[in-house]
């Protein structure tokens, strides 16, 4: 028994969301980008960031046109290739980028992501949108933000904010990537 | 690539590592299909260097506009009019370059393993652009992208080379790289023109070019290497072109949907006629500008990540 204190505390898991809770926020998302786009919502290109940034953007898409009858455009932009931390952490797979085929030009488009952090996935973001075009305004769509921000970068739409440390992980589980939906925090 | 530091040849890549530098060239080139922009900042703040002992249009632009799409310091050197002509040798040049600060270093040479010893001597990486009679992975990467742009997988594609096997590093870099992938691959060509050695290679070999045409998915045609002919391989041009050559007849022998490669430079009339190299089933453009995604891959893979990291 005496051995055990020696050993590191085990990771405890708590659940954050459920796959009903996830639902409802990714609803009250799409009601907000409805009302705060107004007229301009036909302008609107929801563009997630990989992985689960992806299926997000989707799924607004989906319930905006659902509630509002409105077929907004969806793409992607993989950041890899932008990351500033590729030198330290190495290279890694690519993964999908497709815009619209109107583009993004002149339009409104919210970037979609899982988890905002510290921010610099959205600098990746925004310079890899800067070379894709010029849209009119740029938002921030997340499912959660858990602070802790390295860069000057806010959300205009948050599912949940989540005070958590520095040291925990916050993890999103999506059905189109993981089989299932739910947000749990791990310290 | 589980990443490796250096692409020296084919034959070091195993069937994960060919498709990761694969997949990254297909969503870098649809990453910046339509772009106005068509530069990443990746390799910002690297140096890679293209170290050309031998002549090349297309390797070494294509090297030179993959690292610079993916903004990395450019510097080309070729061995006509450098300190090469006053008798450098390959290490001093490579560590002359080193010391000037270059992360990579792209080396075509004559020597067959001089990208090895290379490999040996510096910090940073290498990059095989053709060395000798050996290997030229590169080509064989882009060379199976496009297959595989095209026919839509390269897992029991029925791919035939034809012509000067044993003076091409091409055909060797692509019997490695597709056997690894899984192709069929048939060596057709004079026996003069086949390696010693050629047995223990995986590789069906064949002499009659009509009787293998009607059951490929893929021609790739070699250049006859005049440069490299230092006696009489076979007895003419007319009689290699005859026997060995892609003309519009044959081509029609291809099932419908085959497709017709050259690595380039092409000696138009001889090992590929006019026709058919400006044919529907030609993908020797295409070739050319898969050759950027891929190196851009490639590079992206190898310099990537954090210097020095295996």
Known sequence: MTESSALPAEPTTAPLLSADDVGRVVDRIAHQLIEKAGPDLGSLVLVGIPTRGAPLARRLAGRIETFSGVRVDVGTVDITLYRDDLRLRGVRALEDTRLPEAGIDGRLVVLVDDVLFSGRSVRAALDA??????????????????????????????????????????????????????????? | MVVKRHLLEAADLDRDDATLVLDTAAQIESALAGREVKKLPTLRGRTVVNLFYEDSTRTRISFELAAKRLSADVINFSAKGSSVSKGESLKDTALTLEAMGSDAIVVRHGASGAPHRLAQWVQGSVVNAGDGTHEHPTQALLDAYTIRQRLGRLDGVRVVIVGDVLHSRVARSNVWLLATLGAEVTLVAPPTLLPVGVGSWPVTVGYDLDAVLPKADVVMMLRVQAER??????????????????????????????????????????????????????????????????????????????????
């Open chain 2, 229 to 310: 002919m230092n006696a009489s391989f076979f007895p003419s041009a007319r009689e290699y072109s005859r026997r060995y050559g892609l003309d519009a007849r044959r081509m029609g022998t291809l099932p419908d949907e085959a497709i017709v490669m050259h690595p380039g430079p092409m000696n138009r009339g001889m090992e590929i006629a006019a026709e058919v190299a400006d044919s529907a089933r030609s993908t020797i453009v295409d070739q050319v500008g898969n050759g950027v995604s891929v190196r851009m891959a490639v590079l992206y893979l190898l310099l990537g990540g954090a210097p020095g990291s295996e």
């Open chain 1, 129 to 187: 949108l800067r070379d894709l075009g010029r849209p009119r305004a740029v938002q921030l769509a997340v499912l959660v933000d858990r602070g802790h921000r390295e860069l000057p970068i806010r959300a205009d739409y948050v599912g949940k904010n989540v005070p958590t440390s520095r040291s925990q992980s916050v993890k999103v589980r999506l059905a189109e990537v993981d089989g299932a939906d739910s947000v749990t925090v791990t310290s």
